[in-house]
């Protein structure tokens, strides 16, 4: 019976768990502070659930387009270097083997096993054996625009909708301290799961959100009570 390892690697989770929990991150944090700087600037509730819900949709919009060019942009350079190296097998198959041997030797094979180890994979897939172990792209990490984009803009969506849930149920008089509470309790949570998933420490993923949190929402409305005090918004 064939053994099964107990260890599961959290290694192949790394792209969309990158764009979900930064998705997310900023759509709490950014209506929060959105919302935070606009209702320190004595506007109306409405004014509030307004600027609010666009920037959910302006937000979750940017944050998948972004991504989207982003990842999109790399797995371009994947591509190219992969027709790169499928030219290089074309051309010089004996040199690719060398190199490939060489890089096997360098991790401790001895040399004539590194050159069969090469041979062997070569014969079995060679394009596959230079891409992963010379280019260093796999099937797990490869690049995925449109995962990447829809994991970014549906988790800022989400995120941002927790702060807006908050600033329509509440009393406009509580709405300040209700909102800032509760979205640096969801920023707390997120920064904990998100590096309990990643195998991180979560005092540290937790604390390190939380802190960011507090200062761009703290940033956020007292700009918007400045701004609101000088051209009297609101009054």
């Known amino acids: 019976m064939p053994l099964q390892s107990s260890d599961k690697h959290r290694i192949g989770r790394s792209g969309w768990l990158r764009a979900a929990v930064l998705g997310a991150d900023d759509g709490i944090l950014s209506t929060a502070s959105l919302v935070l700087g606009v209702a320190s600037a004595q506007a109306t509730h409405t004014a509030i659930l307004v600027a609010g819900m666009a920037g959910l949709v302006a937000g979750s919009m940017s944050m998948a387009a972004g991504e989207y060019v982003s990842v999109h942009s790399q797995a371009d350079t994947e591509k190219a270097e992969l027709n790169r ?87 406009t008089e509580m709405l300040i301290v209700l909102v800032a509470a509760t979205s640096l309790i969801l920023l707390t949570l997120l920064g904990g799961l998100a590096a309990y998933a990643g195998g991180a420490n979560m005092v540290r993923g937790a604390w390190r959100i939380s802190f960011w949190g507090m200062l761009a929402m703290g940033v956020t409305a007292g700009v918007g009570k400045i701004v609101g005090s000088v051209f009297g918004v609101g009054g």
């Open 85 to 171: 190296e499928r030219q290089h097998l074309r051309n010089d198959d004996d040199g690719e083997h060398r190199e490939l041997a060489a890089i096997y030797a360098k991790r401790g094979l001895d040399p004539n096993l590194a050159s069969q180890v090469a041979a062997q994979l070569m014969s079995h897939n060679a394009l596959d054996a230079h891409a992963r172990d010379e280019l260093g792209i796999t099937e797990t990490l490869k690049a995925r625009p449109l995962q990447a984009a829809l994991a970014s803009g549906l988790s800022f969506f989400a995120g941002a909708a927790l702060p807006l849930l908050v600033v329509a149920l509440a009393p």
